[in-house]
């Protein structure tokens, strides 16, 4: 009779459990679903994604002109990171296609700063940043010229190594 009552007591549990599983589901498949609500939330554009590259760009130059080599890499992670975004969450741009063109000029600066060749740094970011303006132009905006800043938008940031 125990076994009887233990076995009645689980299937009720069970079964209340699986009850409430199957009530999420027609939940989360309803017209209030969050699957539904996500389309519409914020994506950031490709401009919003690009403002953040151009902000790495900026302090990856004065990071590694102080030979800042651990600033310098983690501002090259951001930039990466930023590519890896605009891959993902603005596949549907046709300027998509013209995005490898800057690999190269990744790569170069990785190397350098991984070398910490402050002169290997400079002549590889010159070559990213020329890459980052061919790109512009193969996608028809050579209007958005990039160059090397000459001052720092940035002056609560010291770059120096501390």
């Given at each position: 009779?125990?076994?009887?009552f233990?076995?009645?007591?689980?299937?009720?549990?069970?079964?209340s459990?699986?009850?409430?599983a199957?009530e999420?589901?027609?939940?989360?498949?309803?017209?209030?679903s969050l699957?539904?609500?996500?389309?519409?939330?914020?994506?950031?554009?490709?401009g919003?994604?690009?403002?953040?590259?151009?902000?790495?760009?900026?302090?990856?130059w004065?990071?590694?002109?102080?030979?800042n080599?651990e600033l310098?890499?983690?501002?090259?992670?951001?930039?990466?990171e930023?590519?890896?975004?605009?891959?993902?969450?603005?596949?549907?741009?046709?300027?998509l296609k013209?995005?490898?063109?800057?690999?190269?000029?990744?790569?170069?600066?990785?190397?350098?700063?991984?070398?910490?060749?402050?002169?290997?740094f400079?002549?590889?970011?010159m070559?990213?940043?020329?890459?980052?303006?061919?790109?512009?132009?193969?996608?028809?905006?050579?209007?958005n010229?990039?160059?090397?800043p000459?001052?720092?938008?940035f002056?609560?940031?010291d770059?120096?190594k501390?």
């Amino acid at each position: 009779m125990k076994y009887v009552f233990f076995l009645l007591f689980f299937l009720v549990v069970f079964g209340s459990c699986e009850q409430a599983a199957k009530e999420a589901i027609v939940q989360k498949s309803g017209s209030g679903s969050l699957e539904k609500k996500i389309p519409q939330g914020y994506k950031p554009g490709l401009g919003e994604f690009m403002l953040g590259v151009q902000t790495h760009h900026v302090k990856l130059w004065f990071a590694g002109n102080a030979e800042n080599w651990e600033l310098a890499k983690f501002e090259m992670d951001e930039t990466r990171e930023l590519f890896d975004d605009i891959k993902l969450y603005c596949n549907d741009r046709k300027e998509l296609k013209y995005l490898p063109i800057i690999e190269p000029g990744l790569d170069s600066v990785e190397h350098a700063i991984a070398a910490k060749n402050i002169s290997g740094f400079k002549s590889a970011y010159m070559f990213m940043t020329g890459q980052c303006n061919s790109c512009h132009r193969s996608a028809d905006h050579g209007f958005n010229v990039i160059v090397v800043p000459d001052k720092s938008p940035f002056p609560d940031q010291d770059f120096k190594k501390h």
